[in-house]
Structures are given as C-alpha cells and as structure tokens.
T-cell receptor
Framework: DSGVTQTPKHLITATGQRVTLRCSPR?????VYWYQQSLDQGLQFLIQ???????AKGNILERFSAQQFPDLHSELNLSSLELGDSALYFC????????????FGPGTRLTVT | ELKVEQNPLFLSMQEEKNYTIYCNYS?????LYWYRQDPGKSLESLFV?????AVKQEGRLMASLDTKARLSTLHITAAVHDLSATYFC???????????FGTGTSLTVIP
C-alpha cells in the first residue's frame, strides 16, 4: 500500500458528461501528479501541483482541469468526455517538487460509453 | 518533444535465464526512472538513476545509465516467475518540469 488513495475505483459515464476524480496524497507529501494510461497513448503525464500551486503541465487537454486544495488532496476534472478519454488515471504524490520519489495510487478506471 | 523508446515491447523468457531491457531517449534528460506494473495494478518505483555511469541493483534487477548514449538498461538475472510484469522507464527534464514514459516492456517468465 503506497499510502496514496484515489476515488472512485471505477467510473462509467456517457460521452459529453463531466466527471471528477479524487486523489489524497501520502501524509506529508506536498506534490500531486496526475497521469493517464491508455492503450492508444500509453502512459502520459498530465499535470503536477505542489502545495496548492500548479507546477508543471504535460499533455493535458483543455477539457481537463485539476486543482489541489489546502488539505493537499487533488481533483482532476474531465469534461465533454469522449470515447477516447477512456483510460486508467493515476495520481502520485511526492514530498519534493520534483518526481524523484513518487508513490502511485491504485488508479481510477474511467470508461466512456 | 522528448521521446522514450523501449525494446523489446514483449519479452518471454524462461526461468533462470538472463535478459536485458533497453530504454533509449531522444534528448538530454535529467534523471532516468524504472517502474514496474503488475497486471491491473498501479506502478511501483524500482530505480532512479541520476548521472552517467550510475548503476543500481536490487535482487535480480540491475539498472544502469549511459547519458552519452542516451541509453538505460534493466538487466534481469536468473529470472523467476515473480518478475513477470510490465516495466517502464521514464525520464524527466527539470527545465520545464516535464516527465516522459517509455512504451513499456511486457515481461513473461515461463517456468
């Protein structure tokens, strides 16, 4: 158990809808990273927050957004969902600003129908 | 954009044999990471390699880094079934705070 929690574990929704994925980092970790894993795109870095501030952006679509709250949990919002957004979404946390030592959550599997 | 390629993509090997997974990246990076992913599971960090010539070993796995060749290797010694998993390498660039994964190598160890 990495100490990183993600909810929900599974999510099934329809195209055009909006969903929110939640991540709670390990106790004391200030950084949260979001990743997408799909058969088409492989593993992709989406975005990183450090202590409430956006620190880095990867291949995140404009339809997606994220934030980190004062209690350090993070939410990834996906809107206007398309079939191609079906994927496993992982978050990871680390104590540092860089990804030197990341601990990954169990993931949320999103299925868009 | 930095590209990270692994080969082979699929590897089936017998127990007790040795093999190497290769990870090539296209431009200068700051660090090289190796992760393991079991089917249906999350990622587990294996190694972080910081500089040219770095070598790290744990159990039957040994990772090395050659920054001049932009190449990292993950060597498996005397494979056992428990090592069956998908292995990913990844690189980061501190400038721009970007993080890139390789394509992954699916390893199956056959008794």
């Amino acid at each position: 158990d990495s100490g990183v929690t993600q909810t929900p574990k599974h999510l099934i929704t329809a195209t055009g809808q909006r969903v929110t994925l939640r991540c709670s980092p390990r106790s004391g970790d200030l950084s949260v990273y979001w990743y997408q894993q799909s058969l088409d795109q492989g593993l992709q870095f989406l975005i990183q927050y450090y202590n409430g501030e956006e620190r880095a952006k990867g291949n995140i679509l404009e339809r997606f957004s994220a934030q980190q709250f004062p209690d350090l949990h993070s939410e990834l919002n996906l809107s206007s969902l398309e079939l191609g957004d079906s994927a496993l979404y992982f978050c990871a946390s680390s104590a540092r600003q860089d990804p030197y030592e990341q601990y990954f959550g169990p993931g949320t599997r999103l299925t868009v129908t | 954009e930095l590209k990270v390629e692994q080969n082979p993509l699929f590897l089936s090997m017998q127990e007790e044999k040795n093999y190497t997974i290769y990870c090539n990246y296209s431009t200068t990076s700051d660090r090289l990471y190796w992760y393991r992913q079991d089917p249906g599971k999350s990622l587990e960090s294996l190694f972080v390699l910081l500089s040219n010539g770095a070598v790290k070993q744990e159990g039957r796995l040994m990772a090395s880094l050659d920054t001049k060749a932009r190449l990292s290797t993950l060597h498996i010694t005397a494979a056992v079934h428990d090592l069956s998993a998908t292995y990913f390498c990844a690189v980061d660039r501190i400038t721009g705070n970007q993080f890139y994964f390789g394509t992954g190598t699916s390893l199956t160890v056959i008794p």
